[in-house]
C-alpha cells in the first residue's frame, strides 16, 4: 500500500530520532521522521483502546487521524488499525 511520504520517512528513519534513558525505557522523539513514527505508534494504541473498550477520543478522531497519515479512506477503525499494524510489522516496528 503506497503511503504519504511523510509517513514512508518516519518508518524509515524515524528510530533514528528516538532517545532512551540509562534504564532503556522511551525519553523522547528528536526531528520530524522520530517524531512521525510516535505519531503512528499514538494512533495505532488509540484505535486499539477505541475498539478495546468502546470509549471515544475526544478531542480529536483517530480514524481520521489514521487516514491522513496512511492516505486512505477507511470507514471502519478496526480496516485502519489492521493497516497501521501491517505498515509498523514490515518495518519492525511491533503491533498492538
Do not use: C, W
Not at 503511503?3 to 532517545?19: N, Y
Not at 513514527?37 to 483502546?49: E, G, P
Not at 477505541?50 to 475526544?58: H, L, N, P, S
Amino acid at each position: 500500500m503506497p503511503v504519504p511520504k511523510e509517513t514512508q520517512d518516519a518508518l524509515e528513519h524515524g528510530r533514528e530520532g528516538f532517545t532512551y534513558r540509562e534504564d532503556g525505557e522511551f525519553a523522547g522523539a528528536t526531528g520530524s521522521s522520530a517524531v512521525g513514527l510516535y505519531r503512528l505508534k499514538v494512533i495505532q494504541n488509540a484505535l486499539a483502546f477505541e475498539i478495546k473498550t468502546g470509549i471515544k477520543m475526544t478531542r480529536a478522531s483517530t480514524l481520521k487521524a489514521a487516514n491522513q497519515s496512511l492516505g486512505t479512506n477507511f470507514k471502519r477503525k478496526q480496516h485502519a488499525l489492521d493497516a497501521i499494524n501491517a505498515l509498523l510489522a514490515e518495518y519492525g516496528e511491533g503491533t498492538v
